[in-house]
């Protein structure tokens, strides 16, 4: 398994190694007080609009679910509709990104990611679109695949509401005069430890499944128990043995670390972009501030805990 691209940049041509080896997920939310667009986000994601050009990583699968009524037929009115009326300082999605196991075909990648969106949303009826990006390189040979789900944590309870009413306040005692009500799951380490499991749960069945030996841990090494650091094992010996043709373990490991390692960079290369844009007037920014539930119950929460978490635990 790669990395995922946040916003990639014109494939660079560079090959992966055959297996799979290295576990991604990352969180990050988007806050109208940032300056965030949903519907720039979903364009993103999904292709479409000012983000339907030919020379962009495509989307190959594109589903939207647990919608409201006026929102079925039409996924991206929702977002437009979060952008509007989500209150100033609310949350208006969560995104989830994650890398997908090369070497599966398009329906066991879009099989994997929807089982891992609805693992996040069904319970709570959360609204959500996913969309599966191809990550060819240059010679459109598969390289990273990987998928970008939004999650809005507006549960639909079933109760018809206008756009504008339904992303208002709550009401407990008579919800039918309330906005949809706001789910506390996506809040602390608990649920992202358990999302993290999961998807490596969910990923490591595909794979046998297809009969593959490679398995994905969402822990890192020394969560493992393993004495192992990736990319101390390339030295002047493996480069000479390289030079020569000469294959062996080390040069691997070595050269999936710089893999990854580039892979980073481009990833945090795309995030500044995308949070510089907003002050520019561009669109899709990404915020890291909470909404105003969520500051008041900073306090129980790890004062060191981020908005953003990356897990990124190169496996076996």
């Not at 970008?148 to 339904?166: K, P, V, Y």
Request: glycine share 10%; charged share 30%; net charge negative.
């Amino acid at each position: 398994m790669e990395w995922f691209e946040s916003n990639p940049p014109p494939p660079g041509g560079g090959r992966t190694s055959g297996g799979g080896g290295c576990y991604h997920l990352s969180f990050r939310s988007g806050s109208r007080a940032g300056g965030v667009s949903a519907s720039a986000a979903h364009d993103y994601i999904t292709r479409s609009d000012e983000y339907a050009d030919p020379d962009r990583d495509p989307a190959v699968y594109i589903e939207s679910d647990h919608m409201p009524e006026w929102a079925k037929d039409d996924p991206p009115a929702y977002w437009d509709a979060a952008d509007l009326y989500e209150r100033a300082n609310g949350r208006l999605y969560l995104s989830a990104d994650f890398a997908l196991p090369r070497g599966l075909d398009t329906d066991d990648q879009v099989a994997l990611a929807r089982a891992f969106a609805q693992e996040l949303t069904e319970a709570e009826q959360l609204p959500y679109t996913l969309a599966i990006h191809a990550g060819s390189d240059a010679d459109g040979q598969e390289h990273n695949p990987h998928a970008h789900l939004m999650i809005s944590e507006r549960q639909n309870d079933g109760i018809e509401r206008t756009r504008e009413a339904w992303f208002r306040r709550a009401n407990g005692a008579d919800p039918g005069r309330g906005g949809a009500p706001k789910s506390r799951t996506f809040h602390g380490r608990g649920w992202m430890e358990h999302a993290r499991e999961r998807w490596a749960a969910l990923t490591n069945a595909k794979l046998e499944e297809r009969g593959r030996d490679e398995r994905v841990n969402h822990r890192s090494y020394e969560r493992q128990g393993l004495d192992r650091e990736p990319g101390h094992h390339y030295g002047p010996a493996a480069a000479h043995m390289a030079a020569r043709g000469i294959d062996h373990d080390r040069l691997s490991e070595a050269a999936a670390l710089v893999e990854r390692q580039e892979a980073e960079r481009a990833i945090e290369q795309g995030i500044a972009v995308l949070e510089r844009s907003v002050h520019a007037g561009g669109r899709g920014a990404i915020s890291r501030d909470d909404d105003e539930e969520e500051q008041q119950r900073r306090p129980d929460r790890d004062a060191k805990s981020p908005d953003r978490v990356d897990d990124t635990s190169p496996t076996r």
